[in-house]
């Protein structure tokens, strides 16, 4: 007897629905990453281009996305949660290791992974910025987080009697500028400095932030 009645399984080519929709979601975002953070930018790429880019339709881009500023927010975050995964990473690995090396080693890999795709930093540190006040406000969220990934690694250290007790809020913020200026301008090639130079300024800057002179080690 016919199966008249089979339910359709969903599927073609052996993917799933939401196997094909998250592919195509997949293509538009890796599409943006190269035209966004390589060329042209943000600001001269439009839905037609980044749709032939990624191999889809503009009929395909509205049912992922409402405009390019969704794509634009999507590829922020990608970036920063990356940085912040290899960031967790190291400072799992160096838990119990003096903070000096600590925080060498969770910088290293902050810097390693941010710098490792000039595409990435050019979508967290340039083609953010002055968007829209929608993205503004995702920029500033995000560099809260960072800000405040900081403050409780001080906090730690602090009660480990390796860092001054104090608030380091302000301070935070302040290295958390100078990190996005130094690696941008250095991949800019505005600054004559190798990226270990570069990352050895900056591990001093935190070092010092969390160890001002005047504070003295609480001995054990």
Known sequence: MPDRLRAPSGRYAGKSAEERKAERRRRFLDAALELFGAGPGYRSTTVAALSEAAGLSTRQFYEEFRNLE???????????????????????RTAHTPLPERADAVFRAYAADVTGDPRRIRIAFVEIIGVSPRME???????????????????AAAARGEAAPRD?????????????????????GWVEATL?????????????????????????
Do not use: K, M, Y
């Open 70 to 92: 969704d794509v634009l927010a999507v590829l922020h975050l990608q970036v920063n949660d990356r940085a912040e995964a290899a960031v967790l990473a190291a400072a799992a």
């Open 137 to 155: 406000e995702q920029r500033l969220a995000r560099r809260a987080q960072w800000v405040e990934l900081i403050c409780a690694e001080a906090r």
């Open 168 to 188: 380091h809020r302000l301070a935070a913020t302040g290295f958390i500028g100078s990190v996005n200026g130094l690696l941008h301008d250095w991949s800019a």
């Open 196 to 220: 270990d130079e570069v990352v050895d300024e900056l591990v001093r800057q935190l070092v010092s932030i969390l160890r001002p002179p005047a504070w003295v080690p609480r001995r054990g």
